[in-house]
């Protein structure tokens, strides 16, 4: 059974930072490429970061050098450092390991940035 779990959500200031971690198990996680996604009530999914199974990474450009997305194969577990947090920052975010067609998705974490 594949299972994603993410934590480290929570409310913070605008300015502050938070850490999410998502750990996987049911998959060979080295392999899978790793993403985090971000959804507001209403609105679709959107990817705010990917990292590569080889580590390459790409960003939205709303989070770019702001957000690091990082990877630790030997605890299957991916990382998103969010610093200088927005309100506009504000959503569920969502865990991603894709691999060819094969996709699964943890269950959110909640971020809220607001003072």
């Known amino acids: 059974q594949v299972q994603l779990v993410e934590s480290g959500g929570g409310l913070v200031q605008p300015g502050g930072s938070l850490r999410l971690s998502c750990v996987a198990s049911?998959?060979?996680?080295?392999?899978?490429?790793m993403g985090w996604y971000r959804q507001v009530p209403g609105k679709q999914r959107d990817l705010v970061a990917r990292?590569?199974?080889?580590?390459?990474?790409n960003y939205a450009d709303s989070v770019k050098g702001r957000f690091t997305i990082s990877r630790d194969n030997a605890k299957f577990t991916v990382y998103l450092q969010m610093n200088r947090l927005q309100p506009e920052d504000t959503a569920i975010y969502y865990c991603?390991?894709?691999?060819?067609?094969?996709?699964?998705w943890g269950q959110g974490t909640q971020v809220t940035v607001s003072s």
């Open positions: 991603n390991a894709l691999l060819a067609s094969t996709n699964y």
């Open positions: 049911g998959i060979t996680f080295s392999i899978y490429n």
């Open positions: 990292i590569t199974s080889l580590g390459s990474t």
